[in-house]
T-cell receptor, first 113, second 113 residues
Framework: SAVISQKPSRDICQRGTSLTIQCQVD?????MFWYRQQPGQSLTLIATANQGSEATYESGFVIDKFPISRPNLTFSTLTVSNMSPEDSSIYLC??????????FGPGTRLTVT | GQQVMQIPQYQHVQEGEDFTTYCNSSTTLSNIQWYKQRPGGHPVFLIQ?????EVKKQKRLTFQFGEAKKNSSLHITATQTTDVGTYFC?????????????FGQGTILTVHP
């Protein structure tokens, strides 16, 4: 199993500012992902965080808006840049090392005013 | 792109009644996973189904994967108040072995004591 921590757990931010969310895993994992879950909605994959290289973004998400770093096999950051109220959401870090389970962090609840 | 549809969106039951949620993919899946998210919590892995026609049971929960590997269901027998939460199916496209999951919209289960 993998234990995932995220910082911060929640934040209220002003429009136009940026927030960096940290994800720390207690063991080395093969793959790390960032998801977004808007209130009462399903989970949408933002990107796959690749160790030592640029993240792979899903359709509708771009690096300038959601820059991601993954310096090693246990840590990743997601930055939400130039925030607007539409970015208010829960951001979830997720990890997978095969063969089955994908683990999710507790999430970061972001409110943009 | 791949789409995963899940119904119903909401289900209200009396404690002791059965509950079923259905998941349908627009494309053939290599496997499907089910997650439970308690109110205010993060998704927690329940099970993965891989084989065509597979049926797995976990106590009162029965999971099925369709013969064509495009649909799945979760059935809970004799619901309890502890079953409250949102149940998500999540599929991996055919040929994809790593952790990129497409989530259904989820079914919110409410159990009245």
């Amino acid at each position: 199993s993998a234990v995932i921590s995220q910082k911060p757990s929640r934040d209220i931010c002003q429009r136009g500012t940026s927030l960096t969310i940290q994800c720390q895993v207690d063991s080395q994992v093969t793959m790390m992902f960032w998801y977004r879950q808007q209130p009462g909605q399903s989970l949408t994959l933002i990107a796959t965080a690749n160790q030592g290289s640029e993240a792979t973004y899903e359709s509708g998400f771009v690096i300038d808006k959601f820059p991601i770093s993954r310096p090693n096999l246990t840590f990743s950051t997601l930055t939400v840049s130039n925030m607007s109220p539409e970015d208010s959401s829960i951001y979830l870090c997720s990890v997978w090392s095969g063969p089955y389970e994908q683990y999710f962090g507790p999430g970061t609840r972001l409110t943009v005013t | 792109g791949q789409q995963v549809m899940q119904i119903p969106q909401y289900q209200h039951v009396q404690e002791g009644e059965d509950f079923t949620t259905y998941c349908n993919s627009s494309t053939t899946l290599s496997n499907i996973q089910w997650y439970k998210q308690r109110p205010g919590g993060h998704p927690v892995f329940l099970i993965q189904l891989v084989k065509s026609g597979e049926v797995k049971k976990q106590k009162r929960l029965t999971f099925q994967f369709g013969e064509a590997k495009k649909n799945s269901s979760l059935h809970i027998t004799a619901t309890q108040t502890t079953d409250v939460g949102t149940y998500f199916c999540a599929g991996r496209a055919g040929g994809t072995s790593y952790g990129k999951l497409t989530f259904g919209q989820g079914t919110i289960l409410t159990v009245h004591p």
